[in-house]
């Protein structure tokens, strides 16, 4: 340390070896972020061409076209879509499913994949700061663990920075990593929830269909 304060590779330094640890839960969180910026587009959920095309076919009752077409492009859409022409092939071979609720249970289970991804962003924001918690109990040993087995040098002050400075480098990069993923799962939390909304209007619109 010295009069313009603590370098980053000092942090580092006297973080110990659970800095790796709060490093690899930012590379791990900045990956899952990167990748719902692009997942989550409306482009790669219910891309507005498919759709039009799609609900075409199905107007004109080209049901073969229309999968043809989902099949091409695997996107969430796809899925429901793909869903409803199985429903409406079975009923047109007289074994009459509950067409509503097999939609919508495929729409289901593609927005829990959705939002279970986001939610990892809400599990690295909850273990960030119990990483840091855990560095500031061992700063905080060693410290005083320090002073006691250096009673008789009168505890010399550098034992007791060492450990303190480990608990509160922990902490502070715990934190700095937790409020970011919690920013970022509450904002891609909310535009999942929108993609989800526009799925559920256009499975609407796949049922009236039908």
Not at 154 to 183: E, H, W
């Amino acid at each position: 340390m010295n009069e313009a304060g603590m370098t980053l590779l000092q942090a580092w330094n006297f973080g110990g070896p659970l800095m790796w640890v709060l490093a690899g839960i930012s590379v791990i969180a900045f990956t899952i972020s990167t990748y719902l910026l692009f997942a989550h587009r409306r482009g790669a959920i219910c891309p507005r061409e498919l759709v039009s095309d799609v609900l075409k076919c199905v107007t004109a009752g080209e049901d073969g076209e229309a999968r043809r077409l989902c099949e091409r492009k695997p996107v969430a859409f796809s899925a429901v879509a793909l869903m409803a022409l199985d429903m409406r092939r079975e009923a047109l071979a007289g074994r009459t499913p509950n067409v509503a609720e097999s939609i919508e249970t495929a729409g289901a289970h593609v927005a829990q994949r959705m939002m279970a991804t986001v939610d990892y962003l809400s599990d690295l924001a909850a273990i960030a700061p119990l990483v840091g918690l855990l560095g500031t109990v061992l700063g905080m040993f060693q410290a005083f663990g320090g002073i006691a087995s250096d009673v008789a040098a009168n505890a010399k002050p550098m034992v007791l920075a060492q450990g303190v400075s480990q608990a509160i480098v922990t902490t502070i990069f715990g934190l700095a990593i937790a409020i970011p993923c919690l920013v970022a799962h509450a904002w891609f939390r909310r535009r999942a929830m929108r993609r989800i909304a526009e799925l559920e209007t256009l499975t609407q619109q796949i049922e009236g269909l039908l």
